[in-house]
């Protein structure tokens, strides 16, 4: 239905989320918000590392730079909230275009160590300069919710409702991009640059402009995620958001985007069950606070010895094996009976 119909889909997907939203208690649709946000997140790094073929160990500070400027934006000139998600995502644009024309010479570890400076100096980058709030950060406060909608109409409903909406339009417009000729020109450079090249394909370009489009998307979600807190400092997007990322890419899938759902909901569910653990084994502070990054350690690693290319592709190549073989089975026999100078087949 996906492929036939996109946008019915899509529809049909946001109808169900509206009724969930509303049979939902407070905390469920709280997180309900934070898995749509890193959807998107992780959609966004699906498309640098399993499109193009570029890792980043980085996009937790892509998406700091997207929420910053968001909320500078609403605390100085009082900026509508659409525009705010607006300039976040050219904000983010223009650190991964900067980025990328870096990452179009660098590759492999080298790019990955390039990322992973920058999600390690950037808290200290925002703790330098006062117009950033320090390590308090900056109040992101989008305001309360249209009276029209009504009084039972919640605060975390309303962010339910923003998150999802931005996911939904950027899940559409990212599968369109990803079946253009760009997508198809992204998957020719990670499976090739020099035969891609050969073929008139400008790899340094469309390097860079994968970098853009990823790092676009990345500052919209932190945008999402300051939002959902109304807080943005350093703290926010430390870098184990970075770490959690490319695990959730891993858990999805990284060549597909059919399994974001699917690493979204796993790294929202990470902190609850490590805070379960926790309670139950009387842990400390210092344990609630370190538990969950072990947990996306050993869960990265456990995916990536168990089902490498993720659970959703796993499916898909058992299902192409089985339609196969069950082919194979259905393919009629060839039998020839040969008689002195005479033969007869059954082949028509």
Do not use: C
């Not at 339609?323 to 008689?339: C, I, N």
């Amino acid at each position: 239905m996906l492929k036939k119909h996109p946008l019915i889909t899509f529809i049909f997907f946001g109808v169900v989320l509206y009724l969930i939203s509303n049979r939902l208690d407070e905390l469920l649709v709280y997180q309900g918000a934070t898995v749509g946000i890193f959807v998107i997140a992780i959609a966004s790094l699906i498309l640098l590392t399993g499109y193009s073929g570029q890792v980043s160990l980085g996009h937790g500070a892509l998406m700091a730079i997207g929420a910053y400027a968001a909320a500078l934006l609403r605390i100085h000139y009082n900026a509508p909230v659409w525009l705010t998600f607006v300039v976040a995502v050219l904000a983010a644009a223009v650190g991964g275009a900067l980025l990328g024309l870096a990452a179009a010479r660098l590759s492999g570890p080298y790019l990955a160590g390039t990322t992973l400076a920058l999600a390690i100096g950037l808290p200290s980058i925002a703790n330098q300069f006062s117009i950033f709030g320090g390590e308090q950060g900056l109040s992101f406060d989008i305001g309360f919710p249209p009276a029209s909608l009504g009084e039972d109409f919640t605060q975390y409903k309303w962010y339910f409702w923003i998150s999802w909406s931005a996911a939904l339009i950027a899940m559409y417009w990212l599968r369109h991009v990803l079946n253009s000729r760009y997508g198809r020109s992204w998957r020719a450079v990670r499976s090739n640059d020099v035969a891609a090249e050969l073929a008139g394909i400008h790899v340094g370009r469309n390097k860079v402009l994968a970098f853009t489009i990823s790092a676009g998307l990345a500052g919209l979600a932190g945008a999402l995620l300051g939002m959902t807190i109304s807080l943005v400092s350093p703290g926010v997007y430390p870098l184990l958001l970075s770490f959690s990322l490319a695990t959730g890419a891993v858990l999805a899938g990284v060549t597909t985007l059919g399994g974001v759902m699917i690493g979204a909901v796993i790294l929202v569910a990470i902190p609850e069950i490590a805070l379960a653990i926790a309670n139950r084994y009387g842990g400390s502070e210092t344990i609630i606070t370190n538990l969950p990054g072990l947990l996306v350690s050993g869960l990265l690693i456990l995916t990536v010895l168990l089902s490498p290319n993720g659970p959703v592709e796993q499916m898909h190549a058992r299902h192409a094996k089985r339609a196969k073989s069950g082919k194979a089975s259905h393919s009629p026999v060839e039998l020839t009976l040969r008689v002195g100078s005479k033969t007869w087949s059954t082949k028509k």
